[in-house]
């Protein structure tokens, strides 16, 4: 069995987990109050194990593709070493699909069998008619391994479930901000900055072959960097001053005064500098600066650990305040009569 499709799917999953990190950290606050760390290793698991079937179905995607015959005698593969050992790895596939059903190996079985029959099927078929002849080997000793390897997988199940995932009662109370949750808020919003930079990049593509101009560092700089951070201000702007990172953990920024000039120094400090950074690198050296970005990122993490309630540096030069967004407001005191 080849490892090039598992390493794609590799690839693929965490850059899906990259762009759906931030809605799936604001659903889990909102939904459960905080971010369950066993729920989010048990999706990634799954959204793993999910595009790694695809990818073993489907790549390579054949150009010329020429016909196989199926295989319909059951137990052939034990004839020989090759076939053995495709069994084996055939089995191993599906184990950590009956594991993450978290159901019992009867089930597991079900849900394998059914999973590796659409499988093979969709090999005999040629992608379902899409190709004029099938592309893999349809083999019904795969489909016999694959359910073995789920009900293995179920057998190990109830082990999955000793993972924390549960969360506290309550979800609408206001939870203490802690550093981690600081944290996640900031990688949440570095990870906006980073899909809102692809998604520039490309439409800048778009535009640059449209027009026909040619490119250059400075327009490449913008697009990935300077246009991205522009936006997550106009977002801050019409939130009252918190990042997008900051909603999606239930966090909110208070300023005592001129909220909009304190959102400005915050931004500037913080993901805005960061991205005029990595920008001016780009234009001048035609890259980003890794090494910069990690230290830029490491001095606000010690920041938000090392200072009064995690407010961090962007908090000191701004002077907002970050309290749980689920905090009630503070009656305005009356002005004692004389």
Same mark, same amino acid.
């Given at each position: ?44 698991? $799954? ?38 050992? &495709? ?35 969709? &090999? ?12 893999? $080997? ?107 990172? &900051? ?56 920041? $938000? ?15 907002l305040e970050v309290i749980d967004a689920r905090r009630r407001q503070r009656a ?7």
């Amino acid at each position: 069995m080849s490892v090039l499709p598992g390493s794609f799917a590799v690839l693929v999953a965490t850059g899906l987990a990259a762009v759906l990190f931030a809605p799936f950290v604001a659903a889990e606050h909102r939904r459960h109050g905080e971010l369950r760390v066993g729920v989010a290793l048990l999706r990634f698991a $799954v959204l793993l194990y999910a595009v790694a079937l695809a990818c073993y179905v489907l790549l390579p995607f054949p150009g010329s593709p020429a016909c196989y015959e199926p295989q319909w005698q059951p137990f052939a593969a034990f004839r020989s070493t090759a076939g053995l050992e &495709q069994f084996a790895c055939n089995i191993a596939l599906f184990v950590p699909l009956g594991a993450l059903l978290r159901r019992g190996p009867a089930a597991a079985a079900l849900v394998g069998g059914a999973v590796s029959a659409v499988v093979e099927l969709t &090999q005999l078929t040629g992608m379902w008619f899409l190709l004029p002849c099938p592309h893999r $080997v349809f083999d019904v000793d795969d489909v016999l391994a694959n359910t073995a390897g789920a009900a293995l997988g179920g057998v190990f199940g109830p082990l999955l479930r000793r993972v924390p995932t549960t969360a506290r009662d309550r979800p609408a109370e206001p939870r203490p901000v802690s550093a981690p949750r600081r944290l996640l808020g900031m990688s949440c919003d570095l990870l906006l900055l980073w899909w809102l930079g692809v998604a520039c990049a490309r439409g800048a593509e778009v535009v640059l072959w449209l027009t026909g101009a040619e490119p250059d560092t400075w327009w490449e700089a913008s697009a990935l960097w300077f246009a991205p951070a522009v936006v997550l201000l106009g977002a801050m702007l019409l939130s009252g001053g918190s990042s997008l990172g &900051q909603h999606a953990v239930c966090l909110r920024a208070r300023a005592p005064t001129r909220p909009t000039a304190a959102a400005l120094l915050r931004w500037a400090s913080g993901i805005g500098g960061f991205a005029a950074a990595q920008g001016m690198c780009t234009a001048v050296l035609g890259e980003a600066d890794a090494t910069l970005g990690v230290l830029w990122c490491a001095v606000h993490a010690c920041g $938000v650990m090392h200072t009064r309630d995690h407010r961090g540096i962007t908090g000191l030069v701004s002077g907002l305040e970050v309290i749980d967004a689920r905090r009630r407001q503070r009656a305005p005191t009356a002005a004692r009569s004389t």
